[in-house]
């Protein structure tokens, strides 16, 4: 039996509809689906054209039924390569943070913007922490964190132009940072070619960042190693920690390839 959401109807009957052809092997007949799912056929009908013509499912003539479409299986993908990076990445985050002595995170894009997946303490705080923003599930422009240009720097031309096409598009939380697609395309030129990236004060005044780009068996970017300390405070050489955040971001490209 099909449950309604008081305020939105379709949309709970649309992804019921999802549901039932996701437990089911081959095609449904509309008419089955509707049947099994105590649907009108009426709006039943109108849902599965939506669905079709947004590729979540697919109309087989041959069998007179539904299937899923590529849209919902791409959603699939999505979240399998998430939770295959995470589960190969966390022991890796473990040890560079361990290593560093520094808060490690793993993030990926999510449009033009860091979505911080994953978060590593090191076994004792160090002074060289700031209080972070950078939690898990956090969402930060992805030209202003070293994370984001770590993946952006990587990006074919025509991709990082998709994403930063309009002026709109380059906000700034601390009045620095690039203005445009040609200071972005600039910037990262220079850090692809040194195999890490960097932001100084671009997300907080005080702060500093580096990240290192994780890489898929097909050498794509899919994410990105990051740890930010204070600008101001000379503990130890940088070049320290981004050693250590390279060799892991190596370290979780080997896995996954």
């Not at 990926?108 to 979505?115: D, K, N, V």
């Not at 060289?128 to 030209?143: D, I, S």
Request: aromatic content about 6%.
């Amino acid at each position: 039996m099909a449950t309604e959401s008081s305020t939105s109807p379709a949309v709970g009957r649309a992804l019921d509809i999802l549901s039932y052809l996701s437990e089911r092997t081959g095609t449904a007949p509309a008419s089955t689906i509707a049947r099994d799912l105590d649907l009108p056929r009426s709006s039943m009908y109108h849902i599965l054209t939506v669905l079709t013509e947004r590729g979540f499912t697919v109309y087989v003539p041959e069998a007179r039924g539904y299937a899923l479409g590529a849209a919902a299986y791409r959603l699939t993908s999505a979240f399998t390569m998430h939770d295959q990076l995470e589960r190969m990445s966390r022991p890796v985050l473990r040890s560079v943070a361990a290593a560093a002595g520094i808060t490690v995170h793993l993030g990926i894009l999510r449009g033009a913007s860091t979505l911080y997946l994953l978060k590593e303490h090191p076994p004792r705080q160090s002074e060289l922490e700031p209080p972070l923003v950078t939690a898990v599930g956090v969402l930060l422009p992805a030209h202003l964190t070293a994370n984001g240009r770590a993946i952006l720097a990587h990006l074919p031309p025509a991709q990082l132009h998709a994403l930063y096409s309009r002026p709109g598009d380059f906000v700034s939380r601390t009045g620095r940072g690039p203005r445009s697609v040609d200071d972005l395309r600039t910037a990262l030129a220079l850090e692809k070619a040194q195999g890490w990236s960097e932001e100084v004060e671009l997300i907080a005044a005080g702060l500093r960042s580096a990240g290192a780009p994780v890489f898929d068996l097909h050498d794509q970017p899919v994410a990105a190693l990051s740890c930010t300390w204070r600008s101001r405070m000379a503990l130890r050489d940088p070049s320290e920690l981004i050693g250590h955040l390279v060799a892991g971001a190596k370290e979780i490209t080997r896995r996954l390839r």
